[in-house]
């Protein structure tokens, strides 16, 4: 058995039991068959990390009718494998959008750009990523408030949804104060073999960093180096598809078109009524939001 094999072998082993996350009810047949036939409150545009969420959300309220609108469609089996989150990269799931070209900036790199990957599929960029859980640095939530007047989302503001929305796992590094259980967004810790991971933490400990506990801690702001939580489930990835919006697909006023472009937002007197549409290979149609 040679190494080209052998590294089939493993991948085959790897991959088995995993199956792709499929959502069960797709709405753009009959969304471009007749754009009329249902009024919607809501239209929300990209089916991703924040549009799976937000359309599940919204769709709590019964009476409200709420269209998802997605660019792609079903994430593909090899998503759901934590380990091999790379190979879905520059794939026909990802937008591999390039960054602009800057003097300082990628001077290694093919034309000097940066490959910027975005998830074309349900769940978006949650069901491409790198699974890293990480909320940001407190003092970047304190600065939008106090510099840029951004209130409400100060630190303090936004911590109760983060943890509304997270399962943590972690019973040995539990701390109510910003963790919570019984969320559907499941965070755990990082498990690796990778051998790399020592020779890297031994490192950081040479150069007296500090060993950080939780990244998403309070306080002290501190450079430090430590594990990082990832969005699995299982040893699955826990995307907001699987988080957020399959839970909900049972809902009667929740509606998904997978493989649906959106091309423009229609404006009327400066209010959004709704969007110009492309169904797959269909002619760009148009949906309204009556208010």
């Not at 934590?82 to 070209?101: G, M, R, V, Y």
């Not at 150069?207 to 990832?230: H, Q, T, W």
Request: aromatic share 10%; with cysteine.
């Amino acid at each position: 058995m040679n190494v080209k094999t052998i590294a089939v072998t493993v991948l085959f082993t790897v991959l088995n039991g995993y199956n792709a996350l499929i959502y069960p009810f797709d709405y753009a047949p009959m969304l471009c068959e007749d754009p009329t036939q249902v009024t919607f409150d809501f239209i929300v545009v990209g089916g991703g990390s924040a549009g799976a969420t937000v359309a599940a959300r919204l769709s709590e309220i019964p009476e409200w009718n709420v269209l998802l609108l997605e660019a792609g469609g079903d994430p593909p089996e090899l998503t759901e494998n934590p380990i091999l989150w790379n190979q879905n990269l520059k794939t026909k799931c990802d937008w591999a959008f390039l960054s602009e070209k800057h003097p300082l900036l990628f001077k290694g790199m093919e034309q000097e750009r940066c490959l910027i990957s975005r998830g074309c599929m349900l769940g978006g960029s949650s069901s491409i990523n790198a699974m890293v859980y990480l909320r940001g640095t407190v003092q970047d939530f304190r600065l939008w408030k106090s510099k840029y007047g951004c209130h409400g989302w100060d630190y303090e503001d936004v911590l109760p949804y983060f943890k509304k929305s997270e399962d943590f796992v972690d019973i040995c590094r539990y701390n109510s104060e910003i963790h919570s259980r019984g969320g559907p967004l499941t965070v755990t810790p990082l498990e690796t073999f990778d051998p790399a991971y020592k020779v890297i933490a031994d490192s950081q400990k040479i150069l007296n960093l500090i060993k950080v506990n939780d990244l998403n801690r309070i306080e002290p702001a501190a450079v430090g180096y430590g594990n990082f939580d990832s969005t699995t489930r299982k040893g699955r990835r826990c995307s907001t598809l699987k988080a957020f919006l399959i839970p909900a697909s049972d809902r009667p006023n929740l509606y998904v078109a997978k493989n649906t472009i959106v091309t423009r937002i229609l404006i009327e007197n400066d209010v959004a009524v709704g969007v110009n549409f492309k169904c797959s290979s269909e002619e760009i149609k148009s949906q309204w939001r009556f208010w």
